[in-house]
């Protein structure tokens, strides 16, 4: 038995607003979770130090899916993003501890390697199509095997993905949300042609992505998923709002375009119907929204035995802790697809000191004992919480859109 003895919850924002639980045990064995959900870190901050941290104190460190069945059941209110995201950094934190005490990364805890690594795609993008394609050719240039793709609409101000030149993007940038317009018809036009202009310059030697963010109905999705088949598409993320799994079935019907969601599944509830109907390629749930490592294999499990492939999300907002707990599911799970890899900014890596590598087109989780990754405590200090929003979009009428 190794008890737990303190929980901690850690709010910071070097760039962009973190949330990080600390577990110790008596041992004076750490463990690292991420709780940060964009726009909504300080629920989860309290979820986790008003009614989960006080729960854990004496609990075994070692009895990972006991304490991860006693906060989901104990809860009774279940799933949730503010929830899942609390158990998925005990969940983690725990995993962490494991490894430390075996002296084992978490992968080996996993099953060992079931690859030598794990394929990563980047973001490539552009305030317009030329500019675009320059920074394909840099992230080709960079050994990147697959590159997701995003530029500007025309008629559509501050289209998804893309920051100012030379910017990371960072879309949960202002202390109220900031509105931008958008025009369905203009990207229905524009997005097959700018992924044709990638493949005329480029060819089809690697793999192309495209995040549409949940904007179309079911029918201007099967739409846009044949005017991109002939552009061989790795896939097409999140083409309707996620929460419609029948949705999908349409999509489905009309077009060969692969297609990928789930970044805002919180539980196997929300892909239940989309894996078992096979409606989907690839299952996009992350670790640290989705219940931790412990519920993420239920998902990748389920997803196995309909063929569907996993493809975790991995944007900033989403801590090195998480996209190293990622990295280790990634290594070990059969039906792995990709990772996303957008990459952190400087000032986060102050904070967290991670040992994942990246070469030739694929990351490599650290094999340190646990998860890899240290968090600077006395550098979190130096970046306090500021409000930070993600925008809203609005119709041509004023009306509210899908962001
Ligand atoms: O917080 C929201 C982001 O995580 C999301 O907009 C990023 O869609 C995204 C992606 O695919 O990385
Ligand atoms: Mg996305």
Redesign the pocket.
Known sequence: MSQIVDAKVIVTAPGRNYVTLKLTTADGVVGWGDATLNGRELAVASYLRDHVCPLLIGRDAQRIEDTWQYLYKGAYWRRGPVTMTAIAAVDVALWDIKGKVAGMPVHQLLGGPARDGVLAYCHATGEDVPALLDDVAAHLEQGYLAIRAQASVPGVDKAYGVPARGEFYEPASSAVPEEGRWDTESYLRHAPEVMGAVRERFGFDFHLLH?V?HRLTPIEAARLGKDLEEHRMFWM??PTPAEDQSAFRLIRQHTTTPVAVG?VFNSIWDCQQLISERLIDYVRTSVSHAGGITHLRRIFALAELHGVRTGCHGAGDLSPVSLSAALHVDLTVPNFGIQEYMGHTEQTAEVFHTGYTFAHGYLHPSDEPGLGVQVDEEAAARFPYEPRYLPVNRRRDGSMHDW
Do not use: G, V
């Open positions: 995040d963010h993320e999140d970044e």
